[in-house]
Nanobody, 127 residues
Framework: QEQLVESGGGLVQPGGSLRLSCVAS????????MAWVRQAPGKGPEWVSATDTGGHSTRYADSVKGRFTISRDNAKNTVYLQMNSLQPEDTALYYC????????????????????RGQGTQVTVSS
């Protein structure tokens, strides 16, 4: 049974950093593109970042470019999201998702379809 479990969220002051982890079980991560998605209260899901199967090619939403870094350790079946210079507008539930279909990977904002996602980890940025 495929499962994704996130951790690493919490309360952080503006300008602070957090590192999120997403551990996969029930499947081998190295065959799949993976993404991080967030959802703020009262808003729809927002794609944040994605990585190819080897972690060599990555994409970021403009809102996080230069501040967030996605990475993966396929040997540990884990995907990470390093978040620096956090701002209150980054407050959201962050979850990782397995990418089932990609359209336009070469475009600035690719389109993704997901088949599995985790329950998420809450990130709150506040002073």
């Amino acid at each position: 049974q495929e499962q994704l479990v996130e951790s690493g969220g919490g309360l952080v002051q503006p300008g602070g950093s957090l590192r999120l982890s997403c551990v996969a079980s029930g499947f081998s991560l190295n065959s799949w593109y993976m993404a991080w998605v967030r959802q703020a209260p009262g808003k729809g899901p927002e794609w944040v970042s994605a990585t190819d199967t080897g972690g060599h090619s990555t994409r970021y939403a403009d809102s996080v470019k230069g501040r967030f870094t996605i990475s993966r350790d396929n040997a540990k079946n884990t995907v990470y999201l390093q978040m620096n210079s956090l701002q209150p507008e980054d407050t959201a539930l962050y979850y990782c998702a397995r990418v089932a279909k990609i359209t336009g990977w070469g475009n600035p904002v690719p389109q993704f379809e997901y088949d599995y996602r985790g329950q998420g980890t809450q990130v709150t940025v506040s002073s």
